[in-house]
Each structure stands twice: as C-alpha cells, then as structure tokens.
C-alpha cells in the first residue's frame, strides 16, 4: 500500500481540528498580542506544545516552500508548527548541504520567527548547531539588527556553543548588549550567563564583576538566579 503524503491543507485541518477558544485567548495575553506589545498581531489558535509536535510528526515532507507559507501565516501555531517541522529536517540531515540549505532558509525567514518562544524552539538547534565548528561572524550582524527577534536569535544560537563549554561568542555578544532596551533581550543575555554560570561559575563571575553595575537588572537576576544568597545580594546591591 502507498503511504500516504500528508499536505498543507491537512496540516492546516488537524490545528484548526484541535483548536481551543479559551487556550487561545489565554495564550494571546501570555504572549502579549495587544497593541504596541511585542506579539502585536499575533493569532492563536489555543493548541498547547506536546499537541502540536505530535501533529506535526507526519508533516516532515513538507518542502520550503510550503514551510515559508506557513511562517508567513499570522497564526502562532503555524509559524510554530513550520519551525518544528524545520527542525526535525535539520536533525534528520545528514549531508551537508543540506544543513546549509535548511540554515541558509532559516535566515531568509528570521523576521517571520518573531515571539521568543519561536526563537527559543529552533534557533539552538539549527542556527547554532550548524555555525558550531564555522564561522560565526553571521551572528554579530544578527546582535546589532533592528530586529528584536534577530537580536535574540543570536544570543539564543550560542546556548548549543555553551553546551559544549564554548563561551567566548555569548560572553561577547552578551557584552554588545549590555545596553540593550527590551527585557526579552535581558532574560535571554542572563539565562546564557546562567548557562555558562552551571558549567564554569568562575568565568561568569568574572562577566559579572566587569559588566554588573551597568547591566540591566533583568538581565541581572536572571544571571544570578542560582547563586548563594549573600553573593545575589552582593551583585543586587552593587557592591
């Protein structure tokens, strides 16, 4: 029997089939989808995580051009679901380039993978999983763009360097926006700081020490969420 190969429409049926009111509205204020927020604009259609990825499992023959569909859609879950999708491709490649190629579309895309859990779903499984033994010059350009979600996906990207105790890109890119205005920037630069924290505490308290009384404090806290008492609070009051 011919398997069958699932398509775009019937992507586009299953969500809307598990689609639920009430998620979505509540989605739609974690995500902050009013006007001037950062998700302005934004649809949801109510589905949680685990529902999505079990949707899209069968959709991993969907080609670019129907994944770039669905990041141009101003539905969450389809942008999301594309990115899955993505990802899965990128964890399945084999050749080369064929990475490239996936990287090379994510890029052209960035703008469309625009709320930070988008960012955080795919941007350390493809972007800094393909630049981990290459140049990364491609992420200092994505550090100082307009783009907010760019900004995050270079920061995000070196989360898969920081698992293999590689900390000299986040540090550095850590460092460029230290003046940064958008707290989603802050949380981001200090999980990293945190990551690196878990691996080599000394390395992150000499960031710390340079940087902290001029970092913003979001991005402070998250930093030194792990630390001793009397070292947070050491940092915290600028000491």
């Given at each position: 029997m011919k398997e069958k190969k699932y398509k775009l429409q019937d992507l586009r049926g299953e969500l809307r089939e598990n689609a639920n009111a009430e998620q979505a509205k509540n989605l739609q204020r974690f995500f902050k989808t009013g006007k001037g927020d950062y998700g302005e604009g934004d649809i949801f259609l109510g589905i949680k995580v685990p529902a999505q990825r079990e949707i899209c499992r069968k959709y991993i023959n969907l080609d670019f051009s129907n994944l770039e569909k669905l990041l141009k859609s101003n539905i969450h879950e389809e942008r999301f679901c594309a990115l899955i999708i993505l990802r899965q491709?990128?964890?399945?490649?084999?050749?080369?380039?064929?990475?490239?190629?996936?990287?090379?579309?994510?890029?052209?895309?960035?703008?469309?993978?625009?709320?930070?859990?988008?960012?955080?779903?795919?941007?350390?499984?493809?972007?800094?999983?393909?630049?981990?033994?290459?140049?990364?010059?491609?992420?200092?350009?994505?550090?100082?763009?307009?783009?907010?979600?760019?900004?995050?996906?270079?920061?995000?990207?070196?989360?898969?360097?920081?698992?293999?105790?590689?900390?000299?890109?986040?540090?550095?890119?850590?460092?460029?926006?230290?003046?940064?205005?958008?707290?989603?920037?802050?949380?981001?630069?200090?999980?990293?700081?945190?990551?690196?924290?878990?691996?080599?505490?000394?390395?992150?308290?000499?960031?710390?020490?340079?940087?902290?009384?001029?970092?913003?404090?979001?991005?402070?806290?998250?930093?030194?969420?792990?630390?001793?008492?009397e070292k947070r609070k050491f940092f915290l009051n600028g000491n």
């Open positions: 491709k990128y964890e399945r490649a084999t050749d080369e380039a064929d990475k490239k190629d996936i990287f090379d579309f994510y890029l052209k895309n960035a703008e469309r993978i625009n709320n930070w859990d988008l960012v955080d779903l795919s941007a350390p499984n493809i972007v800094g999983s393909y630049l981990l033994h290459k140049d990364r010059k491609v992420l200092y350009e994505l550090a100082v763009s307009d783009d907010l979600w760019k900004r995050r996906i270079a920061v995000l990207a070196t989360f898969t360097f920081i698992k293999e105790d590689d900390f000299g890109d986040s540090l550095k890119i850590a460092g460029m926006l230290l003046n940064e205005k958008h707290d989603l920037i802050h949380k981001a630069v200090g999980w990293m700081l945190r990551e690196i924290g878990k691996r080599d505490l000394l390395t992150e308290e000499k960031f710390l020490q340079k940087h902290y009384r001029k970092m913003p404090r979001t991005m402070l806290r998250y930093a030194i969420e792990r630390f001793e008492e």
